[in-house]
């Protein structure tokens, strides 16, 4: 059974750092598609970034130059490198495995970026 754990979210202050982690169970991870999306109150689920099994990489405009989307087919586990964070940027994240049509989800972990 697949399984998506998303962990490292919190409370930075503007300009701060942050690196969240997926680990990932239950799928052949190095060939699937990995994704961050984010939800901020009252808005629709967006793409943040994403990493393909070979490598490659997409940005929402949003982030670029922000953030960094990474993998580790060694340890089942996607981060997501968050820098220069802006109070827009916090939501809810929520890491994606999509591999021929089937897409699984994790629970997600909650970004404030606050003073």
């Known amino acids: 059974q697949a399984q998506l754990v998303e962990s490292g979210g919190g409370l930075v202050q503007p300009g701060g750092s942050l690196r969240l982690s997926c680990a990932a169970s239950?799928?052949?991870?190095?060939?699937?598609?990995m994704n961050w999306y984010r939800q901020a109150p009252g808005k629709e689920r967006e793409l943040v970034a994403g990493?393909?099994?070979?490598?490659?990489?997409i940005y929402a405009d949003s982030v670029k130059g922000r953030f960094t989307i990474s993998r580790d087919n060694a340890k089942n586990t996607v981060y997501l490198q968050m820098n220069s964070l802006k109070p827009e940027d916090t939501a809810d994240y929520y890491c994606?495995?999509?591999?021929?049509?089937?897409?699984?989800w994790g629970k997600g972990t909650l970004v404030t970026v606050s003073s």
């Open positions: 239950g799928i052949i991870f190095s060939i699937n598609t």
């Open positions: 990493i393909t099994g070979g490598g490659s990489t």
């Open positions: 994606n495995a999509r591999l021929r049509g089937v897409s699984y």
